[in-house]
């Protein structure tokens, strides 16, 4: 009962809400192990919070313990490696055995120090200015941007990604005259609730130059809708997010309005193609594969053959107006002899 009531005081001090590389490398059991033998030489007794309170110190709330361990997605197999090549043979070497606390301290700042030196060789993730909680900008990575330039936090025991730069690329948007369109300022990470949000435009410029953009709206409204577009509304927007008077993120749209007679007539255009296609298709060559897809005849082909059906046409007219006028010229004699001779 003793023991059992002593492991979880163990437990509860490990999950404690500050974390660092030990207690994100270590497993729990390896930690009571090594603790077991932690011998107090002042009060000469056995008293293992003081070998946590000790890891504590030397691991969880050391600064370049956890600054070591800022490496690079997939860089934190090789922090465990480190720290296990550290930590595991002491587990062995102490457990069941009584060791004075001064002999704890030497070894473990000597595991802290050489785990600095390792880790700290490790390519390293992108360098954050961290402004809010949960929330990572501005940035110089060389890899870029994105979950390349991870970085690993012993703090949390996970990733931290700095999702966007202060500056995102523009985005393509485009509309045709009379439309509607919307553009929505929507970030991946989580945002505080005192945001404050300011759109801005450009017209008719593709551009991320600050200088020529002027506003159109302030406050927490993350949607810009135009009901209408028209040729005047073409150009850059931009998007800016803003908490405590401190810039989180710019995002940038570029609008192209097309009119709406080019639109009709690119529709127009596209029947027409359609038309063509279902009609004037060409069988494929007899080496060409079943398969391959249906050619279209060539314009001067098409002329060619239409002036043919006209000439056809004016043919066939002709050929029936003048078989016609025989019959007609017949009748009309016809009727002049009937008059000559009275009737």
Not at 224 to 238: A, W
Request: hydrophobic share 40%; net charge negative; proline share 5%.
């Amino acid at each position: 009962m003793r023991t059992s009531a002593l492991c979880i005081v163990c437990v509860s001090m490990l999950f404690r809400s500050s974390l660092s590389c030990f207690q994100c490398f270590v497993d729990v059991p390896d930690s009571l192990r090594l603790c077991w033998g932690h011998f107090l030489t002042e009060h000469n007794i056995r008293n293992v919070d003081a070998c946590f309170r000790k890891l504590d110190r030397i691991f969880n709330n050391h600064e370049r313990v956890i600054d070591a361990g800022r490496v690079g997605r997939g860089y934190d197999k090789r922090l465990k490696e480190i720290l296990d090549a550290e930590i595991l043979p002491m587990v062995e070497e102490f457990h069941k055995k009584l060791n004075k606390d001064t002999v704890y301290e030497e070894r473990l700042q000597t595991a802290a120090d050489n785990f600095i030196a390792a880790a700290s060789k490790l390519p390293r993730g992108e360098t954050c200015l961290w402004m809010l909680p949960s929330l990572c900008v501005s940035f110089t990575h060389p890899t870029g941007f994105q979950s390349a330039g991870a970085v690993y936090n012993c703090i949390t025991c996970q990733y931290d990604s700095c999702e966007f730069p202060l500056d995102c690329p523009v985005k393509e948007m485009k509309a045709t005259e009379n439309s509607r369109i919307q553009m929505r300022c929507e970030v991946p990470f989580h945002l505080p609730d005192d945001i404050e949000v300011i759109w801005r435009v450009a017209e008719e410029v593709k551009t991320q130059q600050v200088d020529q953009f002027k506003e159109v709206t302030v406050g927490v409204d993350r949607l810009y809708s135009i009901p209408s577009t028209s040729l005047q509304h073409q150009g850059t927007y931009q998007c800016e997010i803003y908490s405590d008077q401190r810039s989180i993120v710019r995002l940038y749209y570029y609008l192209t309005v097309t009119p709406q007679v080019v639109a009709g007539h690119t529709e127009l255009q596209e029947v027409f193609d359609l038309s063509l296609l279902s009609g004037w298709l060409l069988l494929p060559s007899p080496g060409g594969s079943p398969c391959s897809p249906l050619l279209l005849p060539s314009p001067l082909l098409l002329t060619a053959c239409l002036t043919a059906l006209l000439l056809l046409l004016f043919l066939s007219l002709g050929a029936l107006y003048w078989s016609s006028e025989p019959e007609q010229t017949h009748h009309a004699e016809h009727a002049g002899g009937d008059e000559d001779l009275g009737f």
